[in-house]
């Protein structure tokens, strides 16, 4: 029997300048601004995304998509219709459980 692999959807960094950030990534790789505002970036890769983040608005952190967040907690809606639940491994890192939007 083959089990689905839960699908990691995105690596998030903290950036000191977003903007700066942006600029390099964008001319050091092949990567297109899939989201930005001015307070955090999703830059998209060929197999994932990478947000660039705030330090006072995000932790460090990587996100796994999944149906069922609130197996997780309450999940907390954001304003692109995603809505997320941060948990925490053992050695302390943190998750965010990821619900997409509706499509």
Partial sequence: ?????DHIHHIAVQV????????WYTKNFACQIAFQDNS???LKFD???LALVHPDQHPPHFAI?????????????HRDGTSSVYIED????NIEM??????
Avoid: C, F, H
């Fill in 1 to 5: 029997m083959t089990v689905a692999l």
């Fill in 90 to 93: 053992p050695s302390g890192n």
């Fill in 40 to 42: 955090w970036a999703l």
């Fill in 65 to 77: 998509t999944r149906q069922d967040i609130t197996l997780y907690g309450t999940p907390v809606p």
């Fill in 16 to 23: 000191k300048d977003l903007e700066e950030s942006i600029l």
């Fill in 47 to 49: 197999n994932l995304s």
């Fill in 98 to 103: 990821l619900k997409l939007a509706e499509e």
